[in-house]
Structure formats: C-alpha cells, structure tokens
C-alpha cells in the first residue's frame, strides 16, 4: 500500500514555516511497511484544497490530511474533503457540548465559530483529541471502486503525533497487509555522484526490487537503499546483498555503512588505534574542532588545536617562521605543512591536521583562486599535504574543506 501526505496551511508556502508533520508520519507508516508516494502542500484555498484531495485519493490507498481543523474562517479541511467525496458534514452536538466543558473548565466563553469543529464526514469515525479542540476523523471504504483509508488530523504537531499513536497507528496496522521495509546507508567521500552513479548503476540495475536512491551532500555522496517485502528477512537480505556489491565495487571510497557520518568513523579510527589528534585551522575558523567534538568522547582523542586566522598567529600558535609565510604566502603547500607539523608538536599529539586556505567570496587572487585550499597531515611518518580547489559560496567551501581534512585521517588510519 502507498499513502499521501497534504499538509494544509497558507503559512507553509512562505519561507517561515516548515511542514514537519510529514516526516513524523512517514516514519510511523514505514513501520507497517507502506510507502509514502506523495507529499503536498496546499494553502488555505476551497478550490485548490478540494482538487488536491480529489488527486490524492484517486492515486493513493491511504491519504492523510494535516491541518485545517480549526475554527477559523480559512480552516477548510472538512468542507472541501466533503465536496472532494461528494459526503454531507453533520454537526455532533455531543462534540459541542465537549467544547463547551473544555472551554467553561478554563474559565472562559467559547465563541460560536467553535461549532465549526462539530462537523463530520457522513461515516467517519470522529478521533477524540486529548490535547486540543479540534478532533481529527478517519473515513475507511470504497471510494473511486478502490478501498481508501482517509484521515483529517490537527495540524499542531503534539496534537498530530499524540491522536495519530493514539487513535490511527493500531486502526492502520489492522488494515495494512503485512509488509517491512529495509533500508541501508552508505556514504562516499570526495567523489562525484556522477562518477559514483558510472561505477554503481549497472550493479542496482540489477535489482529492481530495491529502491535506490544517490543524493550528493558537502563532500560526500549518500546511497539510499530501501526495499519492503513480505518479510523483515526477505527485505533485509535483499538490501544487504545490494550493499555488499556496491561495498565491492566502491571499496575504500565508502567511508560508513550504516549511514555514520565522517566525524564518527575518524572517532572511531582513532580510538581503535589509541591516537590523538591537535588541529590548525585558518579559513575554517573552528568548524573542523567543532565537528570532531561533536562526536560523544572526543576527549579520549582531540587534544584541542588553534585557530590561526592572522599570521602572527600562525607562528605564536603553532611555530610557523615568518619568513615561509613571507616566501609563499599563508594559503599555501609549505605553510599547510608547517602549520600540521607545528600544531602537533605543540600539543604533544600523534596526529596534527592543518587547513589553510581561501573561502571567499573576497581575497581571492589569479594566483590563488577562491576555493583553493591547502590540508596537511602531520605523523611521526612524515607529512602529507594535499590540494583541492572547491567551488561554490563560503559556507560551501568551507565545509568541503573540513571533509576533506577528516577524510585524510580516515585514509591514513584505515
């Protein structure tokens, strides 16, 4: 079975609200193995509501309609699901008489818009609302000759999550056949998803039962795999045995298999090999430590660093001599070096990582672009320094280089 989820409101088409109603529900209805086919947005519109509702139901076996229960003027969920289903709205009188307790119990007069949330779908089952005024409704039968399930619930998100565990989720299972979905991330560092979509499309290609889906992030590609069966054994072999070919195919350039991210498997290096690490940071300003800390038991292994923005610092903060960044300039191979090397020896760690670079959109020169960036790696080894030229905007720019600089502690500890 799949479902569509309408979120109702006038105010989630501006730039300052955000429907996350959805993402709760699709999980929940993951859980009993359905598929959410569809997500829309509608304002608060009769006409644009009522052909949204018709669309969905002709196209979904489960349809969920968020918001718009309300008692004002532009809450219009119920008369257009009405129209939408060609059903008369009657008025509960015992929903009324609900209201007025609730509102008598607050020391206050309801006004007689509140009526309004009386209205019910002929033969929908009305679901009590613990939490607020407006109940939500659930309608299950043949509509378009096909069996639909149909549900109106609050838009306010602990009025949604409450009614729909409480009065949906347990009625939904009961009409759900029994279905699992599996799923599997895996995450790719420093390469192209059009490079990674070469490599991998002939083997996912091969399985049609698997759902796969390549998103490209900051540095990294994410592979989505998602596969529902009549069995939680059956779905989850059948992805596991899609990710282990990928796994072979992509071999080290998969840094996480369960969908971890970068900062966590350069934790989790570091702590199997009982080293530590000390950061320099010039145009990433921090956002490398902050990154590294933001994994639970940093401390075990992040000795701390300096963020050497100016020059001066870059020599009292981690021993770089003037004269080299007078010679080569601060964005360079020679300083990125010096700065891994001084920070480590300064902070007494195993590992010193350096990023010196350009993030713009000023300070650019022919020479040395916006976007050009220096990371190095210092060890008892030796140093490696590597160059990348990113592009896009600031904030862009500055993260790739924060990726790439943890992906050279992963490759060098793997």
């Known amino acids: 079975m799949n479902a569509e ?66 008692p004002t003027e532009d809450d219009l969920t119920r008369e257009a699901v009405a129209e939408a289903l060609e059903l008369e709205l009657h008025r509960d009188p015992e929903i009324i008489s609900q209201l007025e307790r609730r509102f008598a119990g607050r020391k206050m007069k309801m006004s007689p818009n509140n009526n309004k949330q009386a209205d019910i779908l002929a033969g929908a089952t009305v679901l009590p609302n613990a939490n607020g005024t407006a109940p939500g409704q659930w309608l299950s039968g043949k509509y378009d000759d096909d069996e639909k399930v149909i549900m109106l619930l609050p838009g306010p998100p602990h009025e949604l999550k409450a009614l729909f565990e409480e009065q949906c989720f347990d009625r939904l299972r009961a009409k759900v ?41 900051s540095g990294e590609i994410q592979i989505h795999l998602r596969s529902r069966h009549i069995s939680l054994e059956l779905a989850e072999l059948r992805v596991e045995k899609l990710a282990e070919e990928i796994e072979n195919e992509l071999e080290d350039f998969i840094f996480a298999h369960k969908g971890e991210s970068l900062e966590q498997i350069v934790s989790y290096y570091l702590q199997m090999r009982n080293l530590t690490l000390a950061v320099a940071e010039s145009c990433t300003g921090g956002l490398l430590g902050e990154r590294i800390t933001s994994v639970s038991g940093s401390s075990r292994y992040f000795l701390g660093g300096a963020i050497v923005y100016s020059n001066e610092l870059k020599t009292d903060f981690a021993g770089v001599p003037p004269e080299l960044i007078a010679k080569h300039g601060a964005v360079s191979r020679e300083v990125a070096a010096a700065l891994a090397e001084g920070i480590r020896q300064r902070c007494g760690a195993d590992l010193g990582l350096a990023i010196t670079g350009v993030a713009g959109p000023t300070g650019g020169t022919e020479q040395k672009p916006v976007g050009l960036v220096f990371h190095a790696l210092a060890s008892e080894g030796g140093t490696e320094v590597i160059e990348r030229s990113f592009p896009g905007d600031r904030k862009r720019i500055r993260w790739f280089a924060t990726q790439q600089g943890l992906e050279m502690v992963r490759r060098k500890l793997m």
């Open 177 to 217: 056949p029994a279905q699992f979905i599996a799923t599997r991330v895996l995450k790719v560092a420093m390469m192209g998803e059009s490079q990674c979509d070469a490599r991998i499309a002939p083997i996912y290609k091969e399985y049609p039962d698997v759902q796969t889906t390549i998103l490209a992030g």
């Open 5 to 70: 989820i309408i979120a109702i409101g006038s105010e989630l088409l501006t730039p300052y609200r955000q429907d996350t109603n959805s993402l709760y529900l699709t999980e929940k209805l993951n859980e009993l193995g359905v598929e959410v086919a569809f997500k829309t947005i509608v304002g608060d519109n009769q006409r644009d509501l009522v052909s949204a509702a018709r669309i969905a139901i002709s196209r979904a076996d489960i349809v969920i309609f968020m918001g718009g229960l309300g």
